[in-house]
């Protein structure tokens, strides 16, 4: 009697274990599903979609976002926001146009230097000065973008050095040479966040900043590290930004911040920080882009474009979030 009393708990638990599994296997698999299903709807709605010049389209349209969403990881994971990536993007940009007139490729170098001093400029507000990473970034956000504005007066600056061009902007044998770069980018950013000692401390400070500290991690430092690289690769970015348009202009970004974050949440990042993925911010950025070019292949109406990617957006963070490990939802 025992025995038989025993077998319904132990199938009960089985069950239990399934179920538990499966919604594991939902969460984790979400984004590869839903890359397939929108790949599956816009090949069949067009018959240019699976080309290999609409393909090399997409690879351009997502390099930006892609550069960015990769410092974003980092700045999620370990538990905050950044809300300047698209002002100092533009800043960069606007940066690597005035100095590629005289310096050429080399025009990198300022770009660069001004995306990571406005990403150590967010890291010292936060990190130093103990202010809210989203109100900081949110301040820094309208500074930058008005640093933009007050030099341009709203005028684009142009890029004419065509050996700059050509080396940010051009192609190798079909592929464009942006998409070679962000390639050798998300190479270096991969082995930074899984093999090196700074990325097991982002993850350490998402997923519990009181026990990193008794751990010995020095918070403060790797908070700051965080926005100075997320600065550093908007920094890129707006160079390829602004090498792919030809011109540094003011509204140069707007908005890329939303895409950003949205790209790295869809990737299956959670905005609590703690755990995430550099190949899932991948997925999420080509999830992100190839939506935009299947609508826009479609000629489904801008507006309408937001709401779909609003809908996209809460619909992949309802299915992947672990709500097991969240106490209190705010």
């Given amino acids: ?29 979400f984004p590869v599903l839903l890359f397939i299903v929108l790949c599956f709807i816009f090949g069949v709605a067009s018959d240019r979609f699976f080309t290999f010049g609409n393909a090399m389209i997409v690879l351009q349209q997502a390099v930006v976002l892609l550069v960015t969403a990769l410092g974003m990881t980092f700045v999620v994971v370990g538990g905050s926001i950044d809300l300047s990536v698209g002002s100092i993007v533009a800043m ?21 230097i001004v995306g990571t001093l406005c990403g150590t ?38 890029i004419t050095n065509d050996l700059f061009l ?5 192609r190798t044998m079909g592929v464009p040479n942006s998409a070679l770069i ?16 700074f990325g097991r401390e982002v993850r350490a400070i998402g997923g519990g900043e009181r026990v990193a500290i008794l751990t010995g991690i020095r918070v403060d430092r790797v908070k700051l590290l965080m926005f100075v690289l997320l ?13 792919r348009v030809m011109a540094a202009t003011a509204q140069l970004g707007i908005g890329l911040e939303l895409d950003v974050i949205a790209s790295v949440v869809v990737g299956g990042t959670p905005l609590t920080g703690g755990v995430g993925s550099i190949q899932g911010t991948i997925l999420g950025v080509l999830i992100i882009t190839v939506l935009s070019n299947g609508m826009n292949m479609m000629s489904v109406d801008p507006y309408l ?9 809460v619909a992949a963070v309802f299915v992947t979030i672990d ?6 939802i705010k």
Avoid: C
Wanted: zero cysteines.
């Fill in 1 to 29: 009697m025992a025995e038989s009393a025993d077998l319904p708990t132990s199938s009960t638990s089985t069950v239990a274990t399934g179920k538990k599994r499966s919604r594991f296997n939902i969460r984790t698999y």
């Fill in 92 to 112: 960069s940009a606007l940066a690597a146009a005035v100095a590629s007139h005289s310096m050429g490729v080399a025009a990198i170098i300022p770009a660069m």
């Fill in 121 to 158: 400029v967010n890291g010292v507000l936060f990190a130093k000065g103990k202010v809210p990473s989203f109100i900081a970034t949110l301040g820094t956000m309208t500074v930058y973008r008005g640093i933009v504005l007050y030099w341009t007066r709203g005028a684009p600056e142009e």
């Fill in 166 to 170: 050509a080396v940010f902007s051009g």
């Fill in 182 to 197: 962000a390639v050798v980018i998300v190479i270096v950013i991969y082995i930074v966040f899984n093999n090196t000692v």
């Fill in 231 to 243: 600065g550093l690769l908007s920094g890129l970015a707006g160079l390829l930004q602004g090498a």
């Fill in 305 to 313: 474009q937001s709401i779909v990617k609003g809908v996209v957006l």
């Fill in 323 to 328: 709500r097991t490990k969240i106490g209190i």
